[in-house]
Structures are given as C-alpha cells and as structure tokens.
T-cell receptor, first 112, second 113 residues
C-alpha cells in the first residue's frame, strides 16, 4: 500500500515555462508535506514545505499547493531553469509518529 | 555546522556477507532515519531512532537492523546479504522529534555481487 504517490516518473519542460509536479497521498494522519530535490550521487535536499493548516506556500520561484480534501499536493516552478533538472521527491510526514513517507520521485528535465 | 556524514561512500560485498553502515548526524540532531533507494522504487523507509530508541520501523526483513548511540551517531547492519539489497542507503537527521524536515547525507552505495 503506497501511501504517497507521484504518478509521473518524468517531466520535460522548456526553459522559462512552468513546471508542475504532482503528488497524491492516502493517509489522513499526514500533517506536514515537503518537496526534496535530488541530484545523482547526492542525498536529497529540502526544497519547500507546507503545513496541513495552509493551502499555499511560496518561496521565490517555487510554490507548493495543498488540497486536503483531494489529498493532493503540487509543486510549481516558475520560470523553470536548466539547473532545476533533477529528481523531485514528494514527502508526507506524520509529525506525531515522527515518520516521513516518500513518493517514488519525478525526474524533471528543463531544456534550454 | 558539518552536514550528515555517511561512511563508507561505496561498498562491494558478496551474497551471504554482512555489512555495517555508519551515519553521523548534524551536531545537535537527535533523530536519525534510514532509507533505501533503488531505481524506480523511490525512498523506502527502514527505521528511525530518537535518543537511542527505535521509534519507527519499515517493512523490511529482520536481516536489516540498526542502532543509535548516546552521541546520536547511528549504524545500520544488514546480515546475509542478497543481490536485491544492492541500493543507495541514505541516512537523514532532524533537529526535532517530529521530523518535519530531514537533512540527508550523500548515502552509501552498496553493491552485492
């Protein structure tokens, strides 16, 4: 039973356009959501997060949207840059249990 | 502050052997989590320790075990290695018990031949 799903294994966008990465979850106990970025041969690094009491959080070119009723999370990158090319992992945390569950990742390629 | 340090960086073992991986968290972080990454499988949760106690455990066989020391350093052990254990093993630390934000090491790439 996969509790966090990223249905798109890969996404390719043109430089300057918007990248939208999606994530769905099933466990209602998740109360904190994050996006991590991973380059080859490195560990994931934190990108942006959102608490379950909010529906939007913005940080520069990155915005995360949370739709609790749909149990859906999305990451918008505007404008996309070639340096954004990486694997993006969606993560959902049950802070009471102290446990984070990750999706399978989406490989984003931004073409110059 | 130094980041999360994992050793060794690369490891080659043969089936049936055992292996121990080490993780030093960021100074002051008391929570350590371990994940396994295989191609197409994302990050699979192994276990999480806080103040030397295992609080959470993933769905891995008993061959996978871990521990945390009083200085928060953690080790993960895999006994009787199988070919399918080949993966990148990632350690992450957090400054809070709720683990909202994880800081990852670069991982140990384990190859089982």
């Amino acid at each position: 039973d996969q509790q966090v799903k990223q249905n798109s294994p890969s996404l390719s966008v043109q430089e300057g356009r918007i990248s939208i990465l999606n994530c769905d979850y099933t466990n209602s106990m998740f109360d904190y959501f994050l996006w991590y970025k991973k380059y080859p041969a490195e560990g994931p690094t934190f990108l942006i997060s959102i608490s379950s009491i909010k529906d939007k959080n913005e940080d520069g070119r990155f915005t995360v949207f949370l739709n609790k009723s749909a149990k859906h999370l999305s990451l918008h990158i505007v404008p996309s840059q070639p340096g954004d090319s990486a694997v993006y992992f969606c993560a959902a945390t049950d802070t009471n249990a102290g446990k984070s569950t990750f999706g399978d990742g989406t490989t984003l390629t931004v073409k110059p | 502050k130094a980041g999360v340090t994992q050793t060794p960086r690369y490891l080659i073992k043969t089936r049936g052997q055992q292996v121990t991986l080490s993780c030093s968290p960021i100074s002051g972080h008391r929570s350590v989590s371990w994940y396994q990454q295989t191609p197409g499988q994302g990050l699979q949760f192994l276990f999480e320790y806080f103040s030397e106690t295992q609080r959470n455990k993933g769905n891995f066989p008993g061959r996978f075990s871990g521990r945390q020391f009083s200085n928060s350093r953690s080790e993960m052990n895999v006994s009787t290695l199988e070919l399918g254990d080949s993966a990148l093993y990632l350690c992450a630390s957090s400054e809070t018990a709720t683990n909202e934000k994880l800081f990852f090491g670069s991982g140990t790439q384990l190859s089982v031949l």
